[in-house]
Every structure is written in structure tokens, then in C-alpha cells.
């Protein structure tokens, strides 16, 4: 599985931002699919995850409410939606690919993209 993070970019703080990763093959709906974030001198953080169907998600608890995880598997595509965003924000994003759900640790995700930088100013 190749994944491709796109729609990073420079906000202002309180702006929304949707990211999107593109994955390629025919199985993309058998595959959890997370995003991880990193901020500079950070470790890498969980943000959320969503199962093959959609039908189940995971957050980190800091994020819940501002941060929404969706998935179409016609088009190969998870995406994250980000409201409110705030400077702390600032991080590159990464999507992952997992074969089962629940994981929200980096090292138990199978396939990960290439990361897309978010930038939040205050």
C-alpha cells in the first residue's frame, strides 16, 4: 500500500483545514487507516484512526471535537478534518495504513505516506 498526504499548508488560528491521502490498490477498504501527527522536537502523536468500513474511529481525547476522520473507499481516500485550529497545532501530518483497528501507537502501523505540514499562526 502506497499512501499520499496532501492539503497541508499556513493557516491562521481559528481556520479549518482538510487533509486527504491517497492510497493506492484494491484493498484500501480492508485497511484501518490513522493519522499521526509531529511537531518539531515532539514524538509522534496518535490523532485518530477509522476502520476499513467507516463505521468505527478512534481519537486522541485532546482532539475530540475539533478533529474529524472520514473515509470514502470509492475513491481510496481518508481524510481528516481540522476546525478551530490553533497554533499547538503545527505539526506534520501523517497518514498511516494498519490491518486491524484500535492501534494509536505509530510502530503498529503497517504502511505510512510521505507527511504533509500544517502550520498554524497566531
Known amino acids: 500500500v502506497q499512501l499520499q498526504a496532501s492539503g497541508g499548508g499556513l493557516v491562521q488560528a481559528g481556520d479549518s483545514l482538510t487533509l486527504s491521502c491517497v492510497a493506492s490498490g484494491r484493498t484500501f477498504s480492508s485497511y484501518t487507516m490513522g493519522w499521526f501527527r509531529q511537531a518539531p522536537g515532539k514524538k509522534s502523536e496518535f490523532v485518530a484512526s477509522?476502520?476499513?468500513?467507516?463505521?468505527?474511529?478512534q481519537y486522541v481525547e485532546s482532539l475530540k471535537g475539533r478533529f474529524t476522520i472520514s473515509r470514502d473507499n470509492a475513491k481510496n481516500t481518508v481524510y481528516l478534518q481540522m476546525n478551530s485550529l490553533k497554533p499547538e497545532d503545527t505539526a506534520v501530518y501523517y497518514c498511516?495504513?494498519?490491518?486491524?483497528?484500535?492501534?494509536?501507537?505509530?510502530?503498529?502501523?503497517?504502511?505510512w505516506g510521505q507527511g504533509t505540514q500544517v502550520t498554524v499562526s497566531s
Open positions: 477509522i476502520s476499513g468500513s467507516g463505521g468505527s474511529t
Open positions: 498511516a495504513a494498519d490491518r486491524a483497528f484500535g492501534h494509536a501507537s505509530w510502530n503498529e502501523y503497517n504502511y
